[in-house]
């Protein structure tokens, strides 16, 4: 196969149609975020899936069936009048620098397709520590949507993240941004160390204002009590080992 494929699955037309980005990283959280966009759209159509050899080499099996491992794009025609949504995911990012930077730009030619001229990336910022109410921090490529997006209760922090917006979704900003794109990238304060649905909860409901669109919780919500309830015990079981009280610091090497 070619370096990268992207094969066409549907054609559907779109209403002022906006990329949500949310592949594996930090905490998960962007991957869960649109996943449970996903299940909550019943209607989502399957419009692209793309193909790359800096994937890992590998197949997933559902029911003894394989599939070449592949990042989606679905189509989501939005009730009301908010925009109506692409929604990038996938099990994997690029294996290489490269790789990351040839992925952006075969997921920016897919949004350009669809019409696409804002988008959002999302993600996790760690903290190191369980995080009991997650803030939302954001990037933008633009600085004149600072307001708005302050004023729907994002918060911008001097060299936070530190080290900057790594993979695809930082690629999305500054790629997106040379091509005339508006790129904000949405990150859920999150441990580092666990998958975090709280985390990914918080950042839909951002988008939910931005974008006006509605989703129920519920199935997010019990995932978040899953894994506190994951964490709990594992600090049990370190405090019982340790002979004394497990701190969070403890918890970051785990997962």
């Known amino acids: 196969m070619d370096d990268i494929e992207i094969e066409a699955v549907e054609e559907v037309d779109l209403t002022d149609a906006v990329l949500i980005e949310g592949l594996p990283g930090v905490g998960n959280v962007g991957k869960l975020a649109v996943e449970h966009l996903l ?21 997933s099996i559902d029911e003894g069936v394989a599939e070449l491992t592949h990042a989606a794009i679905h189509a989501v025609e939005t009730p009301g009048e908010g ?23 075969a ?43 302050e004023a729907a209760g994002i918060e911008f922090r001097e060299d936070e993240p530190a080290g900057g917006v790594v993979g695809v979704s930082g690629l999305l900003l500054g790629l997106g941004s040379r091509r005339g794109l508006d790129a904000t990238c949405l990150m859920g304060e999150t441990s580092g160390y666990l998958v975090d649905p709280q985390s990914a909860q918080v950042v839909i409901e951002v988008l939910q204002d931005l974008l006006e669109f509605s989703v129920d919780f519920e199935s997010l919500e019990e995932r978040a009590e899953e894994m506190k309830e994951v964490a709990a015990k594992i600090q049990e079981m370190q405090q019982q080992q340790q002979g004394g009280i497990a701190s969070d610091d403890d918890l970051r090497y785990i997962g």
């Open 39 to 59: 299940e909550e759209f019943e209607e989502a159509t399957l419009v692209r899936r793309v193909y790359a050899d800096v994937f890992p080499p590998q197949v």
């Open 83 to 105: 925009p109506d949504l692409l929604l990038l995911t996938g099990d994997h990012q690029a294996q290489s620098n490269e790789g990351h930077y040839h992925l952006t730009d």
């Open 107 to 149: 997921f920016l030619d897919v949004a350009e397709e669809f019409g696409v001229e804002r988008l959002f990336a999302l993600g996790g910022v760690p903290t190191g520590e369980l995080v009991d109410e997650p803030s939302v921090l954001g990037a933008v490529a633009d600085e004149s949507r600072l307001d708005e997006l």
